[in-house]
């Protein structure tokens, strides 16, 4: 098991931007690995009960996927388009998102300047949270919140947005309420989650979908590198 481990983290390693979500939950020991090998990694993130593959090998990423049949996959990741194409003929998986990666590399997190009251949400605030965001299910950010991965931030005592982390690890969840955007709350919610991770000894990292303009550049203005290559999240589809 060890050796897997460090087989997969040498690959992974390889690029280390594109990668940054594999090797969070390798890091916070809540990864099984699958497979791996110097061409490819097949894991499952024991949180999210997300499947993640990467391979430089692609006939070995489809033996992967043919190896554990059509057992089904919750959600499944990819980063190879061939792979895309194999497991939506051969799993019966859909394409969701396609997204470039995004990684806080700095040493030290970027300072915050507003004045936004942040404070980690309870499950008392699940109703005013999804009535604003519905792009996870409920279950999926009843877990996030009681993990203590969801903040609210709150301008003269009255809530203006929330931020989290997904159950894989990545920041998300990022959520301006209208007549409060435009005067930079959402960055200062990022950055606070920025921090928060960097405390908690992880590497802050995020997703942005290909046709999200406004996310790539607050990304950039808050010096996150983002992956050349792309990142394809698939479904279950029956």
């Known amino acids: 098991v060890a050796d897997m481990y460090k087989s997969a983290e040498s690959f992974l390693n390889k690029n280390s931007i594109l990668y940054a979500g594999l090797l969070q939950v390798i890091q916070r020991e809540t990864a099984e690995i699958l497979e791996a090998s110097e061409e490819g990694v097949f894991l499952r993130d024991t949180v999210s009960d997300c499947f993640m593959l990467a391979a430089d090998n692609i006939r070995l990423g489809e033996q992967w996927l043919k190896a554990r049949g059509n ?6 990741l990819l980063f190879q388009k061939e792979l895309v194409r194999f497991a939506g003929a051969y799993c019966r ?9 995004a990684v806080y590399t700095k040493e ?7 004045n936004l ?5 309870d499950i008392g605030d699940f109703p005013f949270v999804s009535s604003h965001y519905g792009m996870v299910s409920a279950e999926e950010l009843t877990k996030i919140i009681r993990r203590g991965r969801l903040f609210i931030g709150f301008h003269d005592g009255k809530p203006v947005g929330f931020i989290g982390e997904h159950l894989e690890g990545s920041m998300g969840l990022l959520e301006i309420l209208p007549g409060y955007r435009g005067k930079g709350y959402g960055t200062e919610l990022e950055i606070f ?3 928060h991770m960097m405390e908690k000894g992880q590497r802050p990292f995020c997703q ?3 046709d999200n303009s406004n996310s790539m550049r607050l990304q950039r203005k808050l010096g996150l590198t983002i992956s050349e290559e792309r990142m394809y999240w698939m479904e279950q589809f029956f």
Request: positive net charge; proline residues 9%; charged residues 20%.
């Open 71 to 76: 057992r089904g996959y919750p959600l499944l």
């Open 93 to 101: 998986l859909s394409p969701m998102m396609e997204c470039f990666q």
């Open 108 to 114: 030290k997190s970027p300072v915050r300047r507003g």
């Open 117 to 121: 009251t942040i404070r980690s949400a």
């Open 193 to 195: 989650m920025i921090g």
């Open 208 to 210: 942005i979908e290909t």
